[in-house]
Each structure stands twice: as C-alpha cells, then as structure tokens.
C-alpha cells in the first residue's frame, strides 16, 4: 500500500468528458495518473484560497490607546531612519 492512502479521504468528482480527456491527456506526458493531477490541483487551490492562520502575536497585547488608527502615521514617523 502506497504510505500517503493511509492519510487521504476518498471522494468522487464529476468532470465532463473533454476535461477528462484533457485531464488524461496532461496525466499521461507527465507519466502520473489523473488523480495525481487532481489532488495537485485542489492542494494548490485550497493554499491560495484557503484561510490562512493569523499569527499568536495579533490581539495579543493591549496597549491602552484608542487612538492607533487616527495616528498610525504620527506614530510610526522616522520608523527604520538612523537616530543619528
């Protein structure tokens, strides 16, 4: 048995008949099969449209101000400049 089965789920996808001939087609020059080609696809569409974590630190603290947002600008002047 192949190590990755034992992790996956199976499911059934309908596709019509051109874009599995496609699909096959793609499958074949690569020497793979289709459902290679299938779960590559959904493991790059679900990363780029997935939701993504927001880091531990965001929320985190409190510093006591309501007024970040109206001086973001004020606040962050001369960020990253030499204090020279």
Known sequence: MVPY????????VYL????YQRLRRIARA????????????????TARHGTRRKPRSIGAFASGRTDLGERAEELLAGMGRSRR
Request: glycine share 4%; proline share 4%.
């Open 16 to 19: 019509d008949v051109t874009e």
């Open 5 to 12: 089965m034992a992790r996956t789920q199976k499911t059934t």
């Open 30 to 45: 690569r020497g793979c099969a289709p459902a290679l080609l299938v779960r590559e696809a959904v493991a790059e569409y």
